[in-house]
T-cell receptor, first 112, second 113 residues
Framework: QQQVKQSPQSLIVQKGGISIINCAYENTAFDYFPWYQQFPGKGPALLIAIRPDVSEKKEGRFTISFNKSAKQFSLHIMDSQPGDSATYFCAASYTGFQKLVFGTGTRLLVSP | SAVISQKPSRDICQRGTSLTIQCQVDSQVTMMFWYRQQPGQSLTLIATANQGSEATYESGFVIDKFPISRPNLTFSTLTVSNMSPEDSSIYLC??????????FGSGTRLTVV
């Protein structure tokens, strides 16, 4: 199964709050899990990525948590800001596959 | 990460016509990927373009509808042929850089009327 399931579809968070977006996958061959941020009229931009040899990766306010046994990974945005309002996509791939399988996307709105 | 330039950034086309989208990368890459993003939807891979060989198409996409050229290691084109309103989407070019993940162009927003 090459699907990646993403939730929620949309999310409203107050400024300063924590935004959490979840993804789940079936294919245990996946070994690369990036998150992309997309603003209207722009292409997706790589935000942060993780490989399954670690359970957590943090870059600034963005953290990926990875649960290999549950086949789930999530994006946490700490101290969410109005400038974080965008659509976020999780994705997955594996060495040799050379393609990205995308989740369905989460539209995040951070209210001032 | 790689800098990707896509042209045109947007276009409005008449049904039945064709549009060719260009993708230029600032360095040589083995594979280039073309995606479609329908309004409010996620990204769907159309095809993978290797230099010197025919593109590999995903299920549901055919060469007659989406012919692709890959004349060198920094350039590719995607043509959307015999367009209908259902082809109205954002078309995105992407490359993978070793150790740096996949980078996307800013996309071509196509409206078919």
């Amino acid at each position: 199964q090459q699907q990646v399931k993403q939730s929620p579809q949309s999310l409203i968070v107050q400024k300063g709050g924590i935004s959490i977006i979840n993804c789940a996958y079936e294919n245990t061959a996946f070994d690369y899990f990036p998150w992309y941020q997309q603003f209207p009229g722009k292409g997706p931009a790589l935000l942060i990525a993780i490989r399954p040899d670690v359970s957590e990766k943090k870059e600034g306010r963005f953290t990926i948590s990875f649960n290999k046994s549950a086949k789930q990974f999530s994006l946490h945005i700490m101290d969410s800001q109005p400038g974080d309002s965008a659509t976020y996509f999780c994705a997955a791939s594996y060495t040799g596959f050379q393609k990205l399988v995308f989740g369905t996307g989460t539209r995040l709105l951070v209210s001032p | 990460s790689a800098v990707i330039s896509q042209k045109p950034s947007r276009d409005i086309c008449q049904r039945g016509t064709s549009l060719t989208i260009q993708c230029q990368v600032d360095s040589q890459v083995t594979m280039m990927f073309w995606y479609r993003q329908q309004p409010g939807q996620s990204l769907t891979l159309i095809a993978t373009a290797n230099q010197g060989s025919e593109a590999t198409y995903e299920s549901g996409f055919v060469i007659d509808k989406f012919p692709i050229s890959r004349p060198n290691l920094t350039f590719s084109t995607l043509t959307v042929s015999n367009m209908s309103p259902e082809d109205s989407s954002i078309y995105l070019c992407s490359v993978e850089r070793q150790g740096k993940g996949y980078t996307f162009g800013s996309g071509t927003r196509l409206t078919v009327v």
